[in-house]
């Protein structure tokens, strides 16, 4: 089993739909980030925890919020879906100060 | 601000022919920089961490290097299994975030 597990790994969903993208680990990191990836612009970040009861907005954080559920659990929300947050979305895992290491993916399309 | 920039945005070499990618970067006190490796629809697969300049890393035909102001990942004799993105990324001495640059496309052809 893969050490950080996102779903659903593709979506399409329609303009102004909630939608819940979903990511557990299991490395034990306190440490935990959402990404969006497009491309020509590389790797952003949407919000990042610490712990369950710490929260932070990223350079990109506005149509998005999070849920941290657990230390292993770490949700991401578009509470009204837009076309322009079609995007490659990464959930990633950390001690802080070593690599991150990286789900594979929700590939997400809103039409 | 902290940001890095990596160069060339695209690469395309022939099976055998060595060279390097290249990753610039401005922070705040480095507290790693770091070397992944992206397949197409895959996430980034880690690959080196570097924490001084003058530290060096290798694995297989890969070797990372460090300098106060950037990073090379050289690429010895590529073979075609060696295409993908290659990203790179910084974090700062006052947070745990990670910046990435926009990743080098590399494609090695028989």
């Known amino acids: 089993d893969a050490d950080v597990t996102q779903t659903p790994r593709n979506r399409i969903t329609k303009t102004g739909k909630r939608i819940m993208l979903e990511c557990s680990q299991t490395?034990?990191?306190?440490?935990m980030y959402w990404y969006r990836q497009d491309p020509g612009l590389g790797l952003r970040l949407i919000y990042y925890s610490f712990d369950v009861k710490d929260i932070n907005k990223g350079e990109i954080s506005d149509g998005y919020s999070v849920s941290r559920q657990a230390q292993a659990k770490f949700s991401l929300s578009l509470e009204s879906a837009i076309p322009n947050q079609t995007a490659l979305y990464f959930c990633?895992?950390?001690?802080?100060?070593?690599?991150?290491?990286f789900g594979q993916g929700t590939r997400l399309t809103v039409v | 601000e902290d940001q890095v920039t990596q160069s060339p945005e695209a690469l395309r070499l022939q099976e055998g022919e060595s060279s390097s990618l290249n990753c610039s970067y401005t922070?705040?006190?480095?507290?790693?920089l770091f070397w992944y490796r992206q397949d197409p629809g895959k996430g980034p697969e880690f690959l080196f961490t570097?924490?001084?300049a003058g530290e060096e890393k290798e694995k297989e035909r890969l070797k990372a290097t460090l300098t106060k102001k950037e990073s090379f990942l050289h690429i010895t004799a590529p073979k075609p299994e060696d295409s993908a993105t290659y990203l790179c990324a910084v974090r700062a001495h006052n947070t745990d975030k990670l910046i990435f640059g926009t990743g080098t496309r590399l494609q090695v052809f028989p």
């Open positions: 490395k034990g990191h306190d440490r």
């Open positions: 990633a895992t950390s001690t802080g100060t070593d690599e991150a290491f």
């Open positions: 570097l924490y001084s």
């Open positions: 922070v705040s006190g480095l507290r790693g």
